[in-house]
């Protein structure tokens, strides 16, 4: 897991449970495709986002994107590992947007990736995104 501590089996399943909370008030008005997020900063608080449809879809925000935001305005800057919740037999990965801001502001974190159906899987950031745009590419 790179420079971030391991996390224990108990503090991904915080991560888990927050992220099935904040996606029960996702606003999926359109898609019905409603997805949480948990986010751990190195502080141990843990932020929730879920996703925020809009009519005008390119508008719309993810749990993820949520998530870090929340967290960053209120002053962390170290984030130790993120989850993803939505209600599908697939578990789903984040978006590519998500992806660049969570290698932006998290780095190489495990992404705990979940379903309500209890299947689990842990992923690398750098699995999820090999080839990063980040400061070492200006």
Same mark, same amino acid.
């Given at each position: 897991?790179?420079?971030?501590? *391991?996390?224990?089996?108990?503090?991904?399943? &915080?991560?888990?449970?927050?992220?099935?909370?904040? !996606?029960? +008030?996702?606003? *999926? %008005?359109?898609?019905?495709?409603?997805?949480? %997020?948990? =986010?751990?900063? &190195?502080?141990? !608080?843990?932020?929730? @986002?879920? +996703?925020?449809? +809009?009519?005008?879809? @390119?508008? &719309?925000?993810? %749990?993820? !994107?949520?998530?870090?935001?929340?967290?960053?305005?209120? @002053?962390? !800057?170290?984030? $130790?590992?993120?989850?993803?919740?939505? $209600?599908? $037999?697939? =578990? &789903?990965?984040?978006? @590519?947007?998500?992806?660049?801001?969570?290698?932006?502001?998290?780095? $190489? #974190?495990? #992404?705990? =990736? %979940? +379903?309500?159906?209890?299947?689990?899987?842990?992923?690398?950031?750098?699995?999820?995104?090999?080839?990063?745009?980040? *400061?070492?590419?200006?």
């Amino acid at each position: 897991m790179s420079e971030h501590e *391991a996390l224990s089996a108990s503090e991904f399943e &915080t991560l888990i449970a927050a992220a099935k909370s904040a !996606r029960e +008030n996702a606003h *999926a %008005a359109y898609s019905n495709f409603r997805v949480g %997020a948990g =986010l751990r900063a &190195t502080s141990g !608080r843990i932020f929730g @986002g879920c +996703n925020v449809e +809009n009519a005008t879809y @390119g508008l &719309t925000i993810c %749990a993820e !994107r949520v998530a870090i935001v929340k967290a960053i305005s209120e @002053g962390e !800057r170290g984030f $130790d590992a993120i989850a993803v919740v939505a $209600d599908t $037999d697939a =578990l &789903t990965a984040p978006c @590519g947007a998500c992806r660049q801001l969570i290698w932006e502001f998290c780095g $190489d #974190v495990p #992404v705990i =990736l %979940a +379903n309500l159906k209890g299947k689990i899987e842990i992923v690398p950031m750098r699995e999820l995104f090999p080839k990063p745009f980040d *400061a070492s590419s200006l």
